[in-house]
């Protein structure tokens, strides 16, 4: 909430999308270095795709070649490789663990309530952990999630829908592809119903460094646009599934690279030195 540090939990780094995979670009090299540079053991889950063997040899090859000491992969494509006890303990020696893209429901339909999911949870929860998504992967990190809705529009309840997020980021709602597909109606009709504190809103190779109970910041080539979506009016309940919802008091914060955001105060922070 405003006013009121959360507890100091993991990291989480939240990537919009398309994030460039060559040794050059900053969003995965400031991955490999949050994970712990040359002594980063990472491990890196696509229980979001129905198609991990497209993924998971590209980002092995690219988070080696930016120096991470060990990276392991897991397709993650049901329930039971949840308890799989050769991947729990790649997690107890993993340093962080990267989400790829698909399909966020299908992560949250693999990945919660599960052996692995909760030992996630008591990693992140120990304090020095980092959990790194792509696109789904990171949609998956909020409490609530959006599931589907077309870009552009107008705010309806019937043109969203919804679902519980893994609670990485509490308060929260994260969506990614924003800008280029623009988003922006699918949080206010989530905002009209559901009065989130935080949405954030993620460009493709882009992504948005979360140190829980201190400041976010902003790496790579778009933008992150943050929304107070606490808003100061709304007629959802009374509207019609179809019917444009009235809203009112949504407050936006558009950050490029290197700017921060407070959650505490709810203010966005200048370019660090």
């Known amino acids: 909430m405003a006013g009121r540090k959360r507890s100091r939990r993991g990291r989480l780094l939240l990537v919009g999308g398309a994030e460039r995979r060559d040794p050059t670009h900053e969003v995965l090299s400031h ?7 040359d002594e980063a053991k990472v491990l890196v889950v696509a229980a979001a795709t129905r198609e991990p063997q497209d993924v998971l040899p590209d980002y092995r ?10 990276v392991w992969t897991s397709p993650f494509q049901d329930r039971h490789e949840g308890e799989d006890p050769e991947l729990l303990d790649r997690l107890e020696q993993a340093t962080a663990v990267y989400f790829t893209g698909g399909d966020q429901l299908r992560l949250t339909m693999h990945v919660a309530g599960t052996s692995f999911g909760e030992l996630l949870k008591e990693r992140h929860n120990g304090g020095s952990f980092l959990i790194g998504g792509t696109s789904a992967g990171a949609v998956a990190m909020g409490s609530v999630m959006i599931l589907s809705g077309p870009g552009g529009g107008s705010v309806r ?6 679902g519980p997020g893994l609670g990485f980021l509490r308060d929260a709602t994260i969506d990614t592809h924003f800008n ?25 190779n882009t992504a ?22 606490r808003v100061s009016y709304s007629n959802a309940a009374d509207a019609g599934d179809r019917d444009i919802i009235a809203l009112s008091g949504v407050t936006v914060h558009v950050l490029p690279r290197s700017f921060g955001f407070d959650p505490a105060e709810m203010r966005i922070l200048p370019p660090a030195d």
């Open 180 to 204: 280029e597909r623009g988003r922006v109606p699918r949080f206010l009709t989530l905002f009209a119903q559901n009065s989130q504190v935080l949405g954030i809103g993620l460009d493709e």
């Open 31 to 37: 991955f490999v270095a949050a994970a712990g540079g």
């Open 208 to 229: 948005l460094d979360v140190r829980l109970g201190d400041e976010f910041r902003v790496l790579g080539s778009g933008a992150v646009t943050i929304f107070d979506g």
């Open 157 to 162: 309840r019937a043109d969203v829908r919804m």
């Open 61 to 70: 090859r690219a988070l080696l070649s930016l120096g991470a000491k060990e």
